[in-house]
């Protein structure tokens, strides 16, 4: 199958480990992989353990729009459609996805097993113990990253492909956390610069810290977060 998968990763101590993937598929679309988030689930008046986040990004070229969809994949595999988000493509060229405050990385369990032929980039190492990493990503659509003027305390990846780039950036912070939080963002959700034809690394950043504010305060329990 016709395909690019870049697996985007941290460092707890100089062991990797993986944040998310994303894969290009035919056409163009994006699939965002975000593994090791088991929880349970209510589905159809039954528990059922969920065990990766899915986010995909398509053009719906007949209706001028952008469309993003969250989904699930349950134990078992069955794939199940939380919230779809669609936007015009004249109105906007970025939208954000979702932000992170990543658990406590350092089982085994969120260990990167890519194979050496796969695209992998890290965003820096820290230590759980001490420290913890949040990180937001970004979709984006012919919308050029403008370099901020001054040095930022965060890392920034952009990572390219045919129809849209994914932006992920990410901070990390002077203490701990255990089991972290998922935050997703409406498609339409304002964002500094969305509608330009760049955008600058501290509109990010400023996405980040937003977005930061609201995790720190109202944490997720066990990754599950609100819409």
Sequence with gaps: MDRRETRVAASCNG????????????????LILL????????????????????????????????????SLRIAGG?????????DAMGDARA?????RLAPDLR??????????????????????????????????????LSPAADTLPIALARLS????????????????TTDGALMHHRAQAPMAGATNEAMSEAELA???????????AVPAPREQAAE
């Design 35 to 70: 593994r090791n988030t088991e929880y349970p689930i209510q589905i159809g008046g039954k528990a059922r353990q969920v065990v990766e986040q899915r986010y995909s990004i398509h053009r719906d070229a007949k209706a001028q729009q952008v469309v993003i969809k969250h």
């Design 78 to 86: 069955r794939i199940v459609t939380i919230a779809s988000f669609a």
């Design 95 to 99: 939208w954000p996805v979702f932000s």
């Design 15 to 30: 062991v990797a480990k993986e944040l998310l993937c994303v894969r290009e598929l035919p056409g163009g679309d994006l």
């Design 107 to 144: 089982s085994d369990r969120f260990d990167l097993k890519a194979p050496a032929s796969l695209n992998t980039l890290d965003m820096g190492d820290y230590d759980p113990r001490m420290q913890s990493l949040c990180y937001a990503v970004v979709a984006h659509r012919r919308q050029a």
């Design 161 to 176: 492909f045919r129809e849209f780039d994914i932006s992920v950036v990410a901070r990390i912070l002077p203490q701990p």
């Design 206 to 216: 400023q996405h980040l810290d937003a977005a930061l504010r609201q995790l720190i």
